[in-house]
């Protein structure tokens, strides 16, 4: 047995030998008694060393840690040749009564006079598990707010959306039984202007509160909107069963629910479909907020219920794929471009590419309102490919005329695409048959297409940026949205949903995920772009927070390319933006207009678009104009 005695008559040489390390080294012997310890005891437990010597390592360690860590020591003292066999983390009293977190970093066995004990290298890791700590409660607390309403704190439509999705993959006989069904209500925005926000949420909140006691045991409540309530009923639930809480759901619109506001008259109507597996979780809760709309068509005071009909919405949408067809064949189908610019300097930093028909009967004609008849066809990949060969030809074109002072370009990507099979190659064709260089190209996905496939998409999403593209994720906060999939992703870009930047600062919820998103891009190293920016006092919030740049109806609709070419054209050769820095309103607003004078001589911009261009409020931008239509500067 080695004594602590004979390991004393080394310490003088091992202190020499370690006294300048940061680490804690310990000789233990067999008896578990301490015969050596280091200088740097005294920094990391506040006790000198000659305290800790002689006496059991047991009455330093805390009680549930020194199991594992006597289990170690005598694995290691079993030979000389053996090795820790994982490390351990203890935790060892200080001298004011305090823990330090201790790493057992190296454990070798010794000998001194023919006997065994292990020497042991403590490294102290208190801050870091503080801060591991600290990041779990952060990652809980955004993972929390991204998959619940901030109102009600119920969860959310994209974790409602997560919980059907794995029921449909786990248990697909159950989820083919599943009725859900919702009670929306009609008239929230009628109780904000009546009673205040404050009070209107209030009663909001206690309308889940009694929902939650009135569905039946085994149900899932969550929330698609502020009033719109989902109730995922238990697999097997009966048809009466669902007529009873039809009928009780449709009863709490005439019970008292906030003390403040007691005789409230709320309009609540109720909607019920089905899950359907085969169409997917997001198309069956599209189909329920349709049941509750059409439910509210036929009254707005008294409660109704309406089934979905789903077989005439499949209908109308294989009546539409034909003309789909046609019209890719026919050259109908053209990408416009809405410009993206800089938060602080207003310059324009890119465009998203995005899809219109141009319909020979109805004009321009958004995606979404012919791409979804198609997202289930091959034709989807067709048409993927199509935007991808067009946007590389533009970005290829800009690159060779404004060369590093071209815009960047970000094209979507649908879930077929991914899940059809080297798409990264796809991308590779196109950006060598245009000549583009990929570093302008940015490719927009959500989280959801993004992890449709693990690993085969995070495998080609990566091969995508090895060639020098980026990588966007759109609708941010819809989808799964955690620091997981973030982490897994490893996207440059990163795109807040259009849903949260319409309510920034207005509703407490969404402007507390639009900050949490804008410093999580930041954490992360991505550049956060807010989508559908729509008002001076948005954009104002949204530099406030930190956010890199905007996208939205408050700077451009998208437009074709020639109009795209004229923003461009009109973008200074150097500096900032127009207007940022010019002391002279009058001036800055004559140029901002001017400047969407060029996109369409026929368009005119209104007074938030000429403010945020110039970068001033919208009032200094109202008397600008004034000023110069006396002056006859502007019609």
């Given at each position: 047995?080695?004594?602590?005695?004979?390991?004393?008559?080394?310490?003088?040489?091992?202190?020499?030998?370690?006294?300048?390390?940061?680490?804690?080294?310990?000789?233990?012997?067999?008896?578990?008694?301490?015969?050596?310890?280091?200088?740097?005891?005294?920094?990391?437990?506040?006790?000198?060393a000659?305290?800790?010597?002689?006496?059991?390592?047991?009455?330093f360690?805390?009680?549930?840690?020194?199991?594992?860590?006597?289990?170690?020591?005598?694995?290691?003292?079993?030979?000389?040749?053996?090795?820790?066999?994982?490390?351990?983390?203890?935790?060892?009293?200080?001298?004011?009564?305090?823990?330090?977190?201790l790493?057992?970093?190296?454990?070798?066995?010794?000998?001194?006079?023919?006997?065994?004990?292990?020497?042991?290298?403590?490294?102290?890791?208190?801050?870091?598990?503080?801060?591991?700590?600290?990041?779990?409660?952060?990652?809980?607390?955004?993972?929390?707010?991204?998959?619940?309403?901030?109102?009600?704190?119920?969860?959310?439509?994209?974790?409602?959306?997560?919980?059907?999705?794995?029921?449909?993959?786990?248990?697909?006989?159950?989820?083919?039984?599943?009725?859900m069904?919702?009670?929306?209500?009609?008239?929230?925005?009628?109780?904000?202007?009546?009673?205040?926000?404050?009070?209107?949420?209030?009663?909001?909140?206690?309308?889940?509160?009694?929902?939650?006691t009135?569905?039946?045991?085994?149900?899932?409540?969550?929330v698609?909107?502020?009033?719109?309530?989902?109730?995922?009923?238990?697999?097997?639930?009966?048809?009466?069963?669902?007529?009873?809480?039809?009928?009780?759901?449709?009863?709490?619109?005439?019970?008292?629910?906030?003390?403040?506001?007691?005789?409230?008259?709320?309009?609540?109507?109720?909607?019920?479909?089905?899950?359907?597996?085969?169409?997917?979780?997001?198309?069956?809760?599209?189909q329920?907020?349709?049941?509750?709309?059409?439910?509210?068509?036929?009254?707005?005071?008294?409660?109704?219920?309406?089934?979905?009909?789903?077989?005439?919405?499949?209908?109308?949408?294989?009546?539409?794929?034909?003309?789909?067809?046609?019209?890719?064949?026919?050259?109908?189908?053209?990408?416009?471009?809405?410009?993206?610019?800089?938060?602080?300097?207003?310059?324009v930093?890119?465009?998203?590419?995005?899809?219109r028909?141009?319909?020979?009967?109805?004009?321009?004609?958004?995606?979404?309102?012919?791409?979804?008849?198609?997202?289930?066809?091959?034709?989807?990949?067709?048409?993927?490919?199509f935007?991808?060969?067009?946007?590389?030809?533009?970005?290829?074109?800009?690159?060779?005329?404004?060369?590093?002072?071209?815009?960047?370009?970000?094209?979507?990507?649908?879930?077929?695409?991914l899940?059809?099979?080297?798409?990264?190659?796809?991308?590779?064709?196109?950006?060598?048959?245009?000549?583009?260089?990929?570093?302008?190209?940015?490719?927009?996905?959500?989280?959801?297409?993004?992890?449709?496939?693990?690993?085969?998409?995070?495998?080609?999403?990566?091969?995508?940026?090895?060639?020098?593209?980026?990588?966007?994720?759109?609708?941010?906060g819809?989808?799964?949205?955690?620091?997981?999939?973030?982490?897994?992703?490893?996207?440059?870009?990163?795109?807040?949903?259009?849903?949260?930047?319409?309510?920034?600062?207005?509703?407490?919820?969404?402007t507390a995920?639009?900050?949490?998103?804008?410093?999580?891009?930041?954490?992360?190293?991505?550049?956060?772009?807010?989508?559908?920016?729509?008002?001076?006092?948005?954009?104002r919030?949204?530099?406030?927070?930190?956010?890199?740049?905007?996208?939205?109806?408050?700077?451009?609709?998208?437009?074709?390319?020639?109009?795209?070419?004229?923003?461009?054209?009109?973008?200074?050769?150097?500096?900032?933006?127009?207007?940022?820095?010019?002391?002279?309103?009058?001036?800055?607003?004559?140029?901002?207009?001017?400047?969407?004078?060029?996109?369409?001589?026929?368009?005119?911009?209104?007074?938030?678009?000429?403010?945020?261009?110039?970068?001033?409020?919208?009032?200094?931008?109202?008397?600008?104009?004034?000023?110069?239509?006396?002056?006859?500067?502007?019609?």
């Amino acid at each position: 047995m080695l004594c602590a005695r004979e390991i004393r008559r080394s310490s003088q040489l091992l202190s020499a030998a370690l006294g300048a390390t940061s680490d804690v080294v310990v000789i233990i012997d067999d008896d578990g008694v301490i015969g050596y310890a280091s200088p740097a005891a005294e920094r990391v437990l506040g006790r000198p060393a000659r305290q800790l010597r002689d006496r059991p390592v047991s009455e330093f360690v805390h009680d549930d840690d020194r199991d594992a860590l006597f289990d170690l020591l005598a694995h290691v003292s079993v030979g000389l040749s053996a090795r820790s066999p994982a490390v351990v983390r203890v935790r060892a009293e200080r001298a004011d009564g305090r823990w330090a977190e201790l790493e057992a970093a190296r454990l070798e066995p010794v000998a001194v006079a023919g006997q065994t004990g292990v020497m042991v290298v403590l490294r102290d890791v208190t801050a870091l598990v503080q801060t591991e700590r600290d990041l779990d409660r952060v990652r809980a607390e955004y993972d929390f707010v991204a998959t619940h309403d901030a109102v009600t704190g119920l969860p959310n439509r994209a974790e409602l959306e997560r919980r059907l999705d794995e029921l449909c993959e786990h248990d697909l006989d159950a989820a083919r039984g599943t009725q859900m069904v919702m009670a929306k209500v009609l008239d929230v925005d009628e109780l904000r202007e009546r009673y205040g926000a404050h009070d209107a949420d209030a009663v909001v909140r206690m309308l889940g509160r009694a929902i939650r006691t009135t569905v039946t045991p085994g149900a899932f409540v969550a929330v698609g909107e502020t009033g719109e309530f989902v109730v995922v009923n238990a697999p097997g639930t009966s048809p009466t069963e669902l007529d009873e809480l039809t009928e009780q759901l449709t009863a709490l619109a005439d019970q008292p629910l906030c003390e403040r506001i007691p005789h409230v008259e709320l309009s609540l109507v109720v909607g019920r479909t089905d899950l359907v597996p085969e169409r997917g979780a997001a198309a069956s809760v599209d189909q329920l907020v349709h049941a509750a709309r059409w439910a509210s068509a036929g009254s707005t005071r008294s409660p109704v219920v309406h089934a979905t009909p789903g077989r005439d919405d499949a209908r109308e949408r294989l009546r539409l794929v034909p003309d789909v067809a046609r019209a890719f064949a026919a050259d109908e189908l053209a990408l416009h471009y809405q410009p993206i610019r800089d938060a602080h300097s207003g310059r324009v930093a890119g465009f998203e590419g995005l899809l219109r028909w141009n319909h020979p009967d109805d004009g321009v004609v958004c995606a979404s309102e012919f791409l979804p008849a198609v997202e289930g066809t091959a034709l989807i990949v067709d048409i993927g490919d199509f935007v991808l060969a067009q946007g590389c030809a533009q970005l290829a074109r800009w690159q060779r005329r404004y060369g590093e002072n071209a815009p960047s370009l970000a094209l979507n990507v649908s879930a077929r695409q991914l899940r059809n099979g080297d798409f990264a190659g796809r991308v590779y064709n196109e950006v060598a048959r245009s000549g583009a260089d990929p570093a302008g190209l940015c490719l927009e996905l959500t989280e959801t297409h993004a992890l449709e496939r693990e690993p085969c998409a995070l495998a080609d999403l990566a091969r995508v940026r090895q060639l020098g593209a980026s990588i966007a994720l759109d609708d941010f906060g819809t989808g799964y949205s955690s620091l997981h999939h973030l982490q897994r992703i490893a996207a440059d870009v990163l795109k807040i949903d259009r849903s949260f930047v319409r309510n920034v600062g207005i509703d407490t919820g969404a402007t507390a995920i639009v900050r949490a998103a804008i410093e999580l891009g930041a954490a992360f190293g991505m550049t956060t772009v807010a989508e559908g920016v729509t008002t001076v006092e948005q954009h104002r919030l949204l530099l406030a927070m930190g956010c890199d740049r905007i996208q939205g109806f408050l700077i451009a609709p998208a437009v074709p390319a020639e109009l795209a070419e004229a923003m461009l054209r009109a973008e200074p050769s150097d500096g900032p933006g127009v207007g940022v820095d010019d002391p002279e309103k009058d001036v800055d607003v004559l140029r901002a207009r001017g400047r969407l004078a060029l996109i369409d001589e026929q368009y005119v911009p209104s007074e938030d678009e000429v403010a945020a261009l110039a970068g001033m409020t919208a009032d200094d931008a109202r008397s600008g104009l004034t000023r110069l239509r006396r002056r006859g500067s502007v019609t």
